[in-house]
């Protein structure tokens, strides 16, 4: 079994999920960071990072000054591979893989896949279905282009995850707020520097899905398709996810065809991907590609209805090995998740409606934030006071009972 290096992390559920799925796998890590307390604030003693074989501490924004500390360190320890979760790292992992020959998806699929306009630029250029789009760089940048595309667009930054700053803009005052928006948050939650374009697309309606892959050697499989939850605009919130899709099979193929089609022409491979797709009248479309497994606990679905978990698949395609994705029975039909989801801001002063999910056989998995929560409106999937996890015998069931569960609830926020 081999020994991995894990280039920082998620803090959220990945943080959980990726060391436990290190370890079913037979495998060991190291854990670097540029600061171990951005993981451990209010965290219990027993964090499963603390779980490494070995906790090291270097600058990881510094790619420059990374890579070779990296050999460095290679020559003492021995990593058969080396793999992060978190987007802003996938960089610096693919850049020490290829400087010390490990397993791993190049270094241009990488930067193409992590910049969603440059994203945008090669899949049209290789005829994957996506919406029209522009590139600009502050109002100047911008302005003429939302003529051009005409409104309603939807406004992104290039370089962000969790649905930060993305927007739909009716309007050039809308416009105007939301690239100013963009504009001041010059540096991300990891200190780094952010890209500067700002990318417009063309609103798309239907409904959006995930399809959850597993790249290796030049085969992708599709381990199955999840759909999503999303609160109205002019946020594109996750509320909640529900797998398998409800899909026919021409559905589902079509969904697949265009993740498979993405992931070729940014020339992915040896990965675990999350490709997101919206179904228009007019068929799938893409809407952008990630280069590690699902978050917001959307392997943990796979997982319960397939018995493959792709936290630790993702673990064997970095260490090199061949993932058995042979899906397995395990008596679950369907499972989702759902959110609870602020419109207001204040302090959370009480929850109610979830006496019973203890003793619901169906509840698998529940979180609510406690009293004295500060709380602002959710504009983006880093606000969530709490999820209900469910699995259902029969396919499709999970999904509405689920939101029916969140729809129950009732959070009361002072001002």
Not at 81 to 98: R, T
Request: negative net charge; aromatic residues 6%; glycine residues 10%.
């Amino acid at each position: 079994m081999g020994h991995l290096l894990m280039v920082e992390s998620w803090v959220g559920s990945m943080s959980t999920l990726l060391p436990a799925g290190i370890r079913a796998g037979g495998h060991t890590f190291s854990f670097l960071t540029r600061d171990l307390n951005h993981y451990l604030r209010g965290k219990p003693a027993g964090h499963p990072l603390l779980g490494a074989a070995n906790i090291l501490t270097a600058e990881t924004n510094d790619e420059a000054a990374l890579v070779p500390y990296v050999r460095r360190l290679h020559e003492v320890l021995g990593f058969d591979g080396v793999l992060s979760s978190c987007d802003y790292y996938l960089p610096a992992v693919a850049a020490i893989a290829a400087d010390l020959g490990l397993p791993g998806p190049r270094r241009d699929a990488v930067a193409a896949a992590g910049q969603k306009h440059r994203t945008r630029e090669v899949c049209r250029a290789a005829g994957v279905p996506g919406p029209a789009f522009a590139v600009g760089e502050g109002w100047d940048g911008v302005a003429d282009a939302a003529v051009e595309l005409g409104y309603p667009l939807v406004v992104k930054p290039v370089d962000l995850c969790g649905g930060m700053y993305v927007r739909r803009v009716d309007d050039e005052e809308q416009l105007r707020a939301a690239v100013e928006a963009i504009t001041g948050f010059p540096v991300n939650a990891r200190g780094q520097v952010r890209a500067p374009q700002i990318l417009l697309e063309e609103c798309l309606d239907g409904p959006e899905f995930s399809v959850e892959t597993v790249t290796v050697r030049g085969e992708t499989t599709v381990v199955g398709i999840t759909d999503k939850r999303l609160t109205g605009a002019p946020a594109f919130i996750e509320a909640g996810h529900m797998f398998p899709a409800a899909l026919s099979e021409d559905e589902q193929a079509a969904v697949g065809a265009v993740a498979r089609a993405a992931l070729v022409a940014l020339g992915a491979d040896d990965t675990v991907a999350h490709t997101e797709i919206k179904y228009t009248a007019d068929g799938p479309r893409l809407i952008e590609v990630n280069l590690r497994p699902a978050g917001n606990r959307i392997s943990e679905l796979v997982r319960r209805v397939t018995g493959i978990d792709l936290a630790a698949v993702h673990a064997e395609v970095a260490a090199g090995g061949t993932p058995d994705l042979t899906p397995r029975p395990t008596g679950t039909g369907s499972a989702a998740i759902a959110f609870a989801v602020a419109d207001r801001a204040g302090v959370l002063t009480g929850i109610s409606g979830a006496q019973q999910w203890p003793e619901d056989p169906r509840i698998v998995e529940h979180t609510l934030a406690e009293p004295g929560t500060q709380v602002r409106v959710a504009t983006d999937n880093n606000t969530y006071l709490g999820h209900v996890m469910v699995t259902e015998e029969t396919s499709s069931a999970a999904g509405d009972y689920a939101q029916r569960l969140i729809d129950r609830l009732d959070l009361v926020v002072a001002s």
